[in-house]
Nanobody, 121 residues
Framework: QVQLVESGGGLVQPGGSLRLSCAASGSIRRINIMAWYRQPPGKQRELVAGISRGGGTNYAGSVKGRFTISRDNAKNTVYLQMDGLKPEDTAVYYC???????????????WGQGTQVTVSS
């Protein structure tokens, strides 16, 4: 029904930047909240940033001022610009979207497959 495909992960040195993208496709009528989560090695998945359809944003305290979330509603795509990366940002990053599909009466939660971000010298 709905697929979320992330791209843009990789290996970067401390202080560097990466930009993640997540494109949603399928039988989509409308997307409400889009968000990025991450799961560091051996830890639980945590919210990094979220953005509403109207552009309202929220961030985890650990990334505020360094990461910027944005979206393109026409393309059903969400982005995460990550600057000033630190080794503790190393994790698998997952895209999440709250989607109303064709024929549905309520929104459902969808996840991408994850993209690895490694911050190391």
């Amino acid at each position: 029904q709905v697929q979320l495909v992330e791209s843009g992960g990789g290996l970067v040195q401390p202080g560097g930047s990466l930009r993640l993208s997540c494109a949603a496709s399928g039988s989509i009528r409308r997307i409400n909240i889009m968000a990025w989560y991450r799961q560091p090695p051996g830890k639980q998945r945590e919210l990094v940033a979220g953005i509403s359809r109207g552009g309202g944003t929220n961030y985890a305290g650990s990334v505020k001022g360094r990461f910027t979330i944005s979206r393109d509603n026409a393309k059903n795509t969400v982005y995460l610009q990550m600057d000033g990366l630190k080794p503790e940002d190393t994790a698998v990053y997952y895209c999440n979207a709250d989607v109303l599909t064709a024929g549905a009466v309520r929104y459902a939660d969808y996840w991408g497959q994850g993209t690895q971000v490694t911050v190391s010298s």
